[in-house]
């Protein structure tokens, strides 16, 4: 069976610019966490979805949103793009919204802002 | 709020020795889930290990068992018979409560050494 995926695997932008980052979940699951990387630091929760639904909101600002469609991939746009925002971005996917189950983590979208 | 802190930037061992990763923790909640996540170099976090909160025994897969003291709030990973492959980033998480997200540590370089 195929894991998490995530596309692009590499992005580069300029500040100002807008990005959208695609996650599809392991088959069956139904929700996807979203996470960002900062080279160093351990992965900091920005987003859940479960079942087309946000579930959890991480403190990151309004710039920062995604969705979930009906066959349960989600995507992560990020507006105004800042240097700050060059991260490693993953994706997560569980049976269900919860923090208590494993949460099968995707390649991660590495972000370059210039 | 959830905070995860691993004290230990960087370790180092022998193949076929044994080390002990450091994590302590601290939350509110009363019912809470502990994991140890692998982060191999250039590739995918994957689950080393869980621990539910109410349960007493350590959690133990394999060469990887958990030293989980509720009290003092730590939690720290034993990996026994030290492998080549066993040299990644191990990051500790906590999740668990009304909230859906983990929350990780800053992790832990491990290289074992030939």
């Known amino acids: 069976d195929a894991g998490v995926t995530q596309s692009p695997t590499h992005l580069i932008k300029t500040r100002g610019q807008h990005v959208t980052l695609r996650c599809s979940p392991i088959s069956g699951h139904k929700s996807v966490s979203w996470y960002q990387q900062v080279l160093g630091q351990g992965p900091q929760f920005i987003f859940q979805y479960y079942e087309k639904e946000e579930r959890g909101r991480g403190n990151f600002p309004d710039r920062f949103s995604a969705r979930q469609f009906p066959n349960y991939s989600s995507e992560l746009n990020v507006n105004a793009l800042l240097l700050g925002d060059s991260a490693l971005y993953l994706c997560?996917?569980?049976?269900?919204?919860?923090?208590?189950?494993?949460?099968?983590f995707g390649p991660g979208t590495r972000l370059t802002v210039l | 709020a959830q905070t995860v802190t691993q004290s230990q930037p960087e370790m180092s061992v022998q193949e076929a020795e044994t080390v002990t990763l450091s994590c302590t923790y601290d939350t509110s909640e009363s019912n809470y889930y502990l994991f140890w996540y692998k982060q191999p170099p250039s590739r995918q976090m994957i689950l080393v290990i869980r621990q539910e909160a109410y349960k007493q025994q350590n959690a133990t897969e394999n060469r990887f068992s958990v030293n989980f003291q509720k009290a003092a709030k730590s939690f720290s990973l034993k990996i026994s018979d030290s492998q080549l492959g066993d040299t990644a980033m191990y990051f500790c998480?906590?999740?668990?409560?009304?909230?859906?997200?983990?929350?990780f540590g800053k992790g832990t370089l491990l290289t074992v050494n030939p």
């Open positions: 997560a996917s569980s049976p269900r919204a919860s923090s208590y189950n494993e949460q099968f």
């Open positions: 998480a906590l999740g668990g409560g009304s909230n859906y997200k983990l929350t």
